[in-house]
Nanobody
Framework: QLQLVDSGGGLVQPGGSLRLSCAAS????????IGWFRQAPGKEREGVSC????????YYAGSVKGRFTISRDNAKNTVYLQMNSLKPEDAAVYYC???????????WGQGTQVTVSS
């Protein structure tokens, strides 16, 4: 059974950077598409980024394009979300999820809190 553990969140000032990690136990992550989602208080969960099986394609929400980068390290069985130039509106709980492609998510991490504030 695939289990995902999100980590790397924290408090950062506007303009700062964080790198989130999605580490897997059980099956290897290279057989899954991995997405990052976020949910801020009072808002619906939204998709942030996704990387397909084989890393052939990456997707980004318009609000993060050019600032966030998703990547995969198969040797560490981990997917990362590098977040640069963070804005207060990026503050949310971030979740990674695994699926057969970027349109579905069957396994979820527990979430990691990102706070962007001066």
């Amino acid at each position: 059974q695939l289990q995902l553990v999100d980590s790397g969140g924290g408090l950062v000032q506007p303009g700062g950077s964080l790198r989130l990690s999605c580490a897997a136990s059980g099956p290897t992550l290279d057989g899954y598409a991995i997405g990052w989602f976020r949910q801020a208080p009072g808002k619906e969960r939204e998709g942030v980024s996704c990387i397909t099986i084989g890393d052939t394609t990456t997707y980004y929400a318009g609000s993060v394009k050019g600032r966030f980068t998703i990547s995969r390290d198969n040797a560490k069985n981990t997917v990362y979300l590098q977040m640069n130039s963070l804005k207060p509106e990026d503050a949310a709980v971030y979740y990674c999820a695994a699926g057969s492609d970027c349109t579905e998510a069957s396994h979820w991490g527990q979430g990691t809190q990102v706070t962007v504030s001066s």
